[in-house]
């Protein structure tokens, strides 16, 4: 498929099955904000799952924290954001479009009105977004919505360290909504100013700082295959120096080929002492580790993998999108894995009979405090399938006539169409087994 058409269709889908929406759109929209529906929270919820499957659960060296938005400018006075999260806007003198200037492909023309020489002198706009708390508004009373969950973190290290009995080498863990006020906001959910993050802090000796962004980087592009990302819409590219943030001892982006081309999906950096120097020195704390053993006090490394949950579900659902024929007829398939899939399976009564209703809603119940499972009982049997394809559902268990007699049900794999015959007291655990891994 030409890739803009993909775009488009991934879109539509996005839409028309009620993933995403975009955001107050009876009162026509606002401005690149979306909102998730009912398949998209489920979505969005198993990336996060499996982010944090990976990251926390299946390991013993990374705690979990969530950190307030509401943030003190203190915080982003001494991590640098308020003096230096910035983007170079300039404005087309003739159309009055923005834009950010290191963005343009041509910095002489505007990509909106073709306007030559017509951009102002760039200025640099910090992309925080400012409130006030309580009901004064004055600079005693400011607060910012964090721009990235990565500062909580770091000013709860003592917290952590203080609280879970771990040392390095360990790592703190956060999910959550961060904000940027983006210049240009677009393609759909890859860039929004409401969006949500998947960071990790990873404090190490300083010594072992290099050896263990290796180890990220590595980890971090396993995790995105073993999700049935294809290893070909994938790579790590490394920053070379003139890139690198001045704190940055290496950074690495894992991007993805989007249908406009390779962009990113996640940033891994070695930020080096950095961050916990800045805030020791700003707070007043002591932000280090005093390792008993060797007698030796020091402020750790900070390894940083850190990934929009947002922007990976929509390069999940890109990847996934797959056009093909069965029978003669075409399908759109989401062969998402089905950790990701919004429904592991869903219950299908051959026919909306009287007669079969019950059993299968004897299934339904069965299967419910287990997965996420569909029931739907309208239309043509083909046609509830594709239904079923088109939002990735694994599984789909069809409860016929003969079910009435034998106690057994099909389940019909949505990438082979293999179907075969289950009793229903088997059936918990033959999915168990088909979504293990
Ligand atoms: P970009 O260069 O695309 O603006 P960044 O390098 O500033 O991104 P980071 O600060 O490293 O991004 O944030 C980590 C991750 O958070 C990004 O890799 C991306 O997946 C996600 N992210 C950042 N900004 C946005 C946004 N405006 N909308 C959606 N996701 C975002």
Known sequence: MPEPELMEQVVNLCKRRGFVFPSAEIYGGFRSTYDYGPLGILMLRNVKEAWWRAMVQCRDDVVGLDAAILSAPRIWEASGHLANFTDPLV????????????????????????????????????????????????????????????????????NVLNTSRKKPPFGIAQMGKSFRNEITPGNFVFRTREFEQMEMEFFVPPAEGAQWFEYWCDARMRWYTDLGMPADKLRLRHHDAEELSHYSAGTADVEFMYPWGWGELEGIANRTDFDLKAHAAASGEKLEYFDQASGERYVPYVIEPAAGATRTMMAF???????????????????????????????????????????????????????????????????????????????????????LEDRAVTIRDRDSLDQVRVPIDALVDELRTRLSG
């Open 91 to 158: 404005d087309c003198r003739k159309c009055n479009e923005r834009f950010r200037e290191d963005q343009l492909e041509d910095p002489t023309t505007c990509p909106n009105c073709a306007a030559k020489d017509s951009f102002t002198e760039a200025r640099q706009f910090n992309l925080m977004f400012k409130t006030f708390v309580g009901p004064v508004e004055d600079d005693a009373n400011v607060a910012y919505l964090r721009p990235e969950t990565a500062q909580g973190m770091f000013v709860n290290f003592a």
């Open 317 to 403: 659902l890109i990847a996934a999108y797959t056009e093909d024929e069965v029978g003669g007829e075409a399908r759109t398939v989401l062969r998402l894995h089905h950790r990701l899939a919004p429904f592991k399976a869903a219950v299908l009564p051959l026919s909306k009979k009287d007669t079969l209703t019950p059993t299968a809603r004897e299934v339904l119940s069965l299967l419910q405090p287990h997965w996420m499972v569909d029931y739907d009982e309208t239309q043509s049997i083909g046609r509830r399938y594709r239904r079923q394809d088109e939002i990735g559902t694994p599984f789909c268990i069809t409860v016929d006539f003969e079910t």
